[in-house]
Nanobody
């Protein structure tokens, strides 16, 4: 059974930091790209970041470039998202997802070819 589970969300003041984690079990972790997505109330889901299977390439939405860092630990089957300088606009439910292949080509930001998703972890930034 495939399980994708996010953790690390919470309430933080603007300017603060959080680190999200995502553990994956039930399928190979180290041969596929991984992504972070978010959805705020009343808004469409958006791609936040994507990392290739070896972790050599990372991609970010313009809104988070320079503030967020995606990384992965194959020994722990875990994906991370370090979020610094958080802004009120970052408030959303954050989701982790696994891609069916190893790169972040194409429409990763639209969730294309991401087959397994977690339940999400809430990030709330107070202004």
């Amino acid at each position: 059974q495939v399980q994708v589970m996010e953790s690390g969300g919470g309430l933080v003041q603007a300017g603060g930091s959080l680190r999200l984690s995502c553990t994956v079990s039930g399928l190979p972790f180290d041969d596929r790209a991984m992504g972070w997505f978010r959805q705020a109330p009343g808004k469409q889901r958006e791609g936040v970041s994507c990392i290739t299977w070896k972790g050599y390439e990372t991609y970010y939405a313009d809104s988070v470039k320079g503030r967020f860092t995606i990384s992965r630990d194959h020994a722990k089957n875990t994906l991370y998202l370090q979020m610094n300088s958080l802004q009120y606009e970052d408030t959303a439910m954050y989701y982790c997802a696994t891609r069916s292949y190893g790169d972040c080509s194409g429409s990763w930001g639209k969730g294309a070819d991401f087959g397994y998703w977690g339940q999400g972890t809430q990030v709330t930034v107070s202004s």
